[in-house]
């Protein structure tokens, strides 16, 4: 409220500072604990709903700390090495693979938590802004991209989350979505990638 009555320049600061302090406990508090994510959703959402510029900075951040987020894969082009990559798909130098993946799962984890929130009628604010059509939107998307060492890590992590909230609002297209997973995206799924979630979902 003291940045609304400073200026327009001073929320817009405030309100980028907020959105990247949020979306960074993707690789903090959700990283290590999925179910955190919960609470945390639930003030991002009320938050996009009061301030909706805040909405469009939470997805940016997003997807600029995960490109699981979008989703997409980054393009990689003649010549380029494997760190250049890794870096261009989230990876920080000196990371382990482990804890890049975990990471990048900690970030699915909360945008799975923020699009399945709904928000009470008491609060007064209306709905999440971002609500749980952009989830079935994500899954969509993922179950036609070719898979990727992390692409069942991730799914496994957005599904914890969002799953319930999926199958309560699309019934039937919600379980074929997820057999054509199985069908098309499980047996491409690369040699490599973590045994775990594959063998869950």
């Given at each position: 409220q003291r ?7 001073a ?5 980028h500072i907020i959105a990247e302090?949020l979306v960074?406990?993707?690789a ?8 955190s994510s919960f609470p945390?959703?639930m003030?991002?959402a ?6 909706p ?5 939470v997805?940016?951040h997003f997807?600029?700390?995960?490109v699981?987020t ?11 090495s494997?760190?250049?990559?890794s870096e261009?798909m989230?990876?920080k130098r000196?990371?382990s693979?482990?804890?890049?993946q975990?990471?990048?799962?900690g970030?699915?984890s909360l945008y799975?938590a923020?699009?399945q ?11 999440n802004?971002?609500g ?7 899954l969509a998307?993922?179950?036609n ?11 496994d ?7 319930f909230?999926l199958?309560s609002?699309y019934g039937r ?5 997820m057999?054509?997973?199985l069908d098309n995206v499980?047996p ?13 979902l």
């Amino acid at each position: 409220q003291r940045a609304e009555v400073t200026g327009t320049h001073a929320l817009a600061f405030c309100e980028h500072i907020i959105a990247e302090r949020l979306v960074a406990e993707g690789a903090g508090q959700v990283m290590l604990h999925p179910r955190s994510s919960f609470p945390i959703a639930m003030v991002t959402a009320a938050l996009m709903a009061v301030y909706p510029t805040i909405r469009d900075l939470v997805v940016a951040h997003f997807h600029r700390a995960s490109v699981m987020t979008v989703p997409m894969h980054a393009r990689r082009t003649t010549g380029m090495s494997d760190e250049e990559y890794s870096e261009k798909m989230g990876r920080k130098r000196g990371e382990s693979v482990e804890i890049y993946q975990k990471r990048m799962c900690g970030y699915v984890s909360l945008y799975a938590a923020l699009v399945q929130t709904e928000l009470p009628e008491s609060l007064g604010i209306g709905a999440n802004p971002y609500g749980i059509e952009h989830g079935w939107r994500w899954l969509a998307r993922v179950a036609n991209m070719k898979p990727r060492n992390l692409t069942c890590m991730a799914i496994d992590a957005f599904l914890d989350i969002a799953a319930f909230s999926l199958s309560s609002r699309y019934g039937r297209q919600f379980h074929k979505l997820m057999q054509a997973l199985l069908d098309n995206v499980l047996p491409t799924v690369p040699s490599k990638a973590p045994p775990g979630p594959t063998s869950r979902l």
